[in-house]
Structure formats: C-alpha cells, structure tokens
C-alpha cells in the first residue's frame, strides 16, 4: 500500500505553476540548494507550500541584480525547522540594504569616471588623462584596474574585496 502524500505537498507542476515559474527552473533551484522537496513513494519531488515563499525571496533577490549565491546565502540564514518570522526577514533585508548600497555607490562612481572620460572630448590618446603609455597597467595583472579601485572607494570600509586575479 502506498504512503498517502501530505495534502500540504504541491506537486512540482503545481509549484511551478504557482511561482510562475518552468519546471525545469525550479530542478536547477533544487540543485543550486535554495529550495527543497521530499520524494512520494513514486519518487516524485513534493515540495512544501512553504517554497512558494522562498522562490519569491529568490525572485525579489533576481529582480534586485543579487547572483543567486548571494540569494542562497541569505536564504541559508533562515530557520529550516519553522516558518522565518519578521525578525528573520528583517535581518535579510538588512543585509541586502547594504548590497544595494555598496552597489549604488559603486555605480555612482562608475558613472562620474564614464562622465568624465567622454565629456573631456579631447579624443586623443596622446593628451587623455586616461591613456596608458607604455602599457605601465600591465603590471598591476589582468582586469580594469579603474573599475576595482572605484568599486573599493565606493564600499567603503569592510565593502567587498576584489578576487584575486592570478
């Protein structure tokens, strides 16, 4: 005889379809840890209905330019044994404040340095403020050395760090 399902377990196409979401979508998901199923007898995945509440935090996380580490991360901090309160939500809100504020930051800087680079209209290598003669950024290693530096000054203090380039 068969375990009967749980009739709070959604089947993967009603979640999907639910969330909005391909079926495919939410099996990458699964894999990448920010959601889970159980298995009914069958070996189908059963998911609780509380993921449709995850994969909106996913979406909310997408929508606001997050990687989905960084969603991953966030939703790793919530309680697996109990629905997150307020309290939980709110320290993730927190956290991805502060995301969005280092990233504002370094967007403002990363306009005024585009800014100023095609409002001087000098359209010189030998006079741009800017050139490399020589190639002298080479040995500084691989990347825009300009772009890291101003997304350092943009974080500020305990922002986020580059990786490392070798």
């Known amino acids: 005889m068969l375990t ?5 377990l959604l089947s993967i196409g009603a979640v999907a379809a639910r969330a909005g979401l391909s079926v495919p979508a939410l099996r990458y998901y699964e894999e990448r840890g920010l959601i889970a199923s159980v298995r009914d007898p069958g070996g ?7 993921v449709l ?4 935090v996913v979406a909310a996380g997408q929508r606001i330019g997050l990687s989905l580490a960084e969603v991953a ?6 309680p697996s044994g109990r629905a997150p309160s ?5 320290h993730v809100g927190e956290r991805w404040q502060r ?6 930051r370094e967007l403002e800087a990363l306009r005024t340095a585009l800014t100023d680079c095609i409002g001087c209209g000098c359209l010189s290598l030998e006079r741009c403020g800017l050139f490399n ?6 040995a500084e290693g691989g990347g825009s050395r300009w772009l890291r530096g101003a997304r ?11 990786e490392p380039t070798g």
């Open 4 to 8: 009967p399902v749980p009739d709070d």
């Open 73 to 78: 991360d966030a939703l790793s901090r919530l």
């Open 133 to 138: 003669p020589g190639d002298e950024a080479a």
């Open 53 to 56: 509440r995850r994969l909106a």
């Open 99 to 104: 995301l969005l504020d280092s990233r504002v």
């Open 86 to 90: 307020a309290s939980d939500w709110a």
């Open 44 to 50: 189908r995945r059963r998911f609780p209905r509380s």
């Open 152 to 162: 350092r000054a943009a974080a500020g203090p305990g922002g986020p760090q580059d």
